[in-house]
């Protein structure tokens, strides 16, 4: 088995670990191991766009149809012979 050290490890962080170990019943490392565990072993959620975000927070106050300008033809091409 390896083992790693953590450097600079946020005080905060460190008495988290220590209540969250307790409460599982188990050491700091146990449950440091746990944790890391558990997020290398998990799926990545996949990432919304930012389209499908904007859609979701605007979707509960409904939508509105915007009439579309009709589209001029494309313009042909400069022709440099």
């Known amino acids: ?3 790693i050290t953590i450097r600079n ?3 905060e962080v460190k008495r988290k ?3 969250r170990a307790a409460e599982h ?12 565990a ?11 766009g ?4 904007i859609h979701e927070r605007f979707k509960a106050i409904g939508g509105i149809d915007l009439e579309l300008p009709e589209r001029d ?3 042909e ?5």
Request: proline share 14%.
């Open 1 to 3: 088995m390896a083992s």
């Open 9 to 11: 490890l946020d005080d």
């Open 17 to 19: 670990l220590r209540i």
């Open 25 to 36: 019943g188990c050491s700091m490392e146990a449950e440091a191991r746990e944790i890391l």
């Open 38 to 48: 558990e997020a290398v072993n998990s799926e990545p959620k996949p990432r919304k």
């Open 50 to 53: 930012l389209g499908t975000r």
């Open 73 to 75: 033809p494309m313009p």
């Open 77 to 81: 091409p400069p022709n440099f012979e």
